[in-house]
């Protein structure tokens, strides 16, 4: 079986539709700000400032979280786990992306 080339132009547009390197670092650096918000709205009264739990271990340190436990966050979000409620429908999904890659840019610093 023959293949045909693809034309030049349409690698080159292809190409011309991804993002460059600097517009993605804008828009993390856009989430994680709004997760920095949304943090301090909802979990710093018992997750602590700057992820920083000084409550005497009541509530789970989230920077112990791990980068494979995305699941593991969610789950807990929306369902609540121990003392903490449940937030399903209370933040929409976007908000909790915008925690998570909050703290993953203050754990991966």
């Known amino acids: 079986m023959k293949q045909k080339a693809i034309p030049l132009f349409v690698l080159a547009?292809?190409?011309s539709l991804s993002p460059p390197a600097s517009f993605?670092?804008?828009?993390?650096?856009?989430?994680v700000a709004a997760g920095e918000?949304?943090?301090a709205d909802y979990c710093s009264?018992?997750?602590g400032d700057g992820l920083v739990n000084?409550?005497?271990?009541v509530t789970f340190?989230?920077?112990r979280?791990?980068?494979d436990e995305h699941d593991r966050f969610l789950n807990s979000v929306l369902n609540g786990k121990r003392q903490m409620p449940?937030?399903?429908g209370a933040l929409e999904e976007q908000q909790i992306e915008s925690i998570w890659a909050y703290i993953r840019a203050t754990v991966d610093k």
């Open 13 to 15: 547009f292809t190409a």
């Open 24 to 31: 993605a670092q804008t828009d993390n650096a856009k989430q």
């Open 37 to 39: 918000q949304v943090y």
């Open 45 to 47: 009264s018992c997750h």
């Open 54 to 57: 000084v409550s005497g271990g």
């Open 61 to 63: 340190d989230l920077r």
């Open 65 to 67: 979280l791990h980068k």
């Open 86 to 88: 449940p937030w399903r």
